[in-house]
C-alpha cells in the first residue's frame, strides 16, 4: 500500500506512522515549577542526537508544563524506564493540574539533581541531569509551525545505580528499558544481542 500524508488516506483503523517509526526511548522528564511543585512525564518522542557534547532532545505536542517549566529555568532530568517501572511511568502521563506532582500520583520519590534545579525519580536505574540549549517549533514544507515544541539539553551529569553496571558496562539486559511502539503498544527492550560493525580487510 502507499498514502500521501497530506491526505491522511491509508484506510487503516490508526495511523501507523509512529508504529513505523519504533521503537521510540521515552524520556521520562523532571522539572521543577513555580512555587517549587514537582513535574514528571513521558514523551516518546525522545532520543539522543549528539555525543560531543552530550545532547538530548524531547518534542512536546502542546506547549505542557514540561515545556514552561523548563523555559522558566533552563534544566530538566531524564529518568531511565525500565521494564520495573513501567506502571509508575505510565501514570506520571495523566494530565493533571499544574500544581499537582505526578511523582505523588505515581508513589515515586523526588530526589533533587546534583547539578542542576530539577527533581528525578530516585527509583530509576540512571538519569541524565540536562541544561536546555534550546526550545523551537519546527515547521513543514510550507513554513507552518507545527503544534510541537522541541526542546534540547546537553547532559552535564549523569547518574547509575551500582545495580545496573556490569562488567563495566550499562546492563541492558538487566535494566530491560521500556520503549513506545505505537498505538497503545510498548515493547521491553531486555532481549540483547551484539553485532560488531564491519571492517575492511
Known amino acids: 500500500m502507499f498514502y500521501d500524508t497530506a ?34 512525564a513521558p ?36 529518568s531511565f524506564v525500565g521494564r520495573g517501572l513501567m506502571e509508575q511511568m505510565n501514570m506520571t502521563s495523566l494530565t493533571a493540574p499544574y500544581e499537582e506532582s505526578e511523582f505523588e500520583l505515581a508513589g515515586l520519590t523526588p530526589q533533587q539533581a546534583n547539578l542542576v534545579d530539577a527533581p528525578f525519580v530516585a527509583e530509576a536505574l540512571a538519569v541524565l ?14 513554513g ?19 545495580e545496573a553496571i556490569r562488567d563495566g558496562r550499562f546492563d541492558m539486559a538487566a535494566a530491560r528499558p521500556i520503549g513506545r511502539m505505537g498505538y497503545m503498544d510498548y515493547c521491553d527492550a531486555g532481549d540483547v544481542f551484539e553485532m560488531m560493525r564491519p571492517q575492511r580487510r
Open 7 to 40: 491526505a491522511n488516506a491509508h484506510g487503516l483503523a490508526h495511523d501507523p506512522f509512529k508504529a513505523i517509526v519504533s521503537p521510540r526511548p521515552i524520556g521520562w522528564i523532571g522539572t521543577r515549577g513555580a512555587g517549587g511543585i514537582h513535574n514528571l
Open 43 to 78: 514523551y516518546s518522542f525522545f532520543n539522543a542526537i549528539s555525543d560531543k557534547p552530550k545532547l538530548v532532545m524531547f518534542s512536546s505536542s502542546g506547549h505542557k508544563h514540561s515545556v514552561r517549566n523548563i523555559e522558566e529555568t533552563g534544566v530538566f532530568t531524564c
Open 129 to 142: 541531569e540536562c541544561r536546555m540549549t534550546e526550545v523551537m517549533r519546527p515547521r513543514d514544507v510550507d
Open 144 to 162: 507552518t509551525l507545527s503544534e510541537s515544541w522541541v526542546v534540547f539539553g546537553q547532559v552535564v551529569g549523569i547518574h547509575i545505580k551500582e
